[in-house]
C-alpha cells in the first residue's frame, strides 16, 4: 500500500477538551515521502508557540493530529531511526484543554517507542521540535 489512509481522530473531549482547529487534508501520508522541517531560523534559541504555528502557515505545513496517529498507529517501524531525537509538531490540530490551555500534538520517540501526547502551545519552541511535511 503507498499511502496510508487517515484515522477518524482521536477524540479528547471525553477528557473535557474543545477541538479548535482540524484537518484531514491530505487524504494519504506516504511516510517515504516525509521530510523534517526544522522552523527555528539562524541564531534562534526558540520561538513562541504563535510563531510556531505562522511558520507552519508560512512554509505549508498541512499534518495535523490525525497524520501523527496514521504514523504512530500504522507504521512506526518505517519511522527512519535517524529521526528519534527530534520530536514531531503537527500544528493543524489545536485543542483546549479542561483547564483552558491551547495544546498541539506532538509526536516523541521515548523509552524505545514512539508516543503521541499533547504540548502546551504557549512554551517555548526549541531545536528539538520539528515539522514533518510529505513533499
Not at 112 to 117: E, I, P, Q, S, Y
Amino acid at each position: 500500500m503507498e499511502g496510508l489512509s487517515i484515522p477518524p481522530l482521536r477524540d479528547m473531549s471525553d477528557i473535557g477538551w474543545t477541538l479548535i482547529e482540524d484537518t484531514e487534508s491530505p487524504k494519504t501520508v506516504v511516510l517515504r515521502h516525509c521530510q523534517l522541517i526544522h522552523f527555528l531560523q539562524k541564531g534562534e534559541f526558540c520561538i513562541s508557540g504563535e510563531e510556531m504555528r505562522i511558520r507552519a502557515n508560512e512554509l505549508k505545513i498541512n499534518f495535523g493530529q490525525r497524520h501523527a496517529q496514521c504514523i504512530l498507529y500504522a507504521r512506526p517501524r518505517r519511522i527512519p531511526m535517524e529521526w528519534q531525537a527530534n520530536v514531531f509538531v503537527f500544528p493543524r490540530t489545536l485543542w483546549l484543554d479542561s483547564f483552558k490551555v491551547l495544546r498541539v500534538p506532538i509526536m516523541a520517540y521515548w523509552e524505545k517507542r514512539w508516543c503521541l501526547t499533547f504540548r502546551i502551545l504557549n512554551d517555548p519552541w526549541g531545536k528539538f521540535y520539528s515539522f514533518l511535511s510529505q513533499g
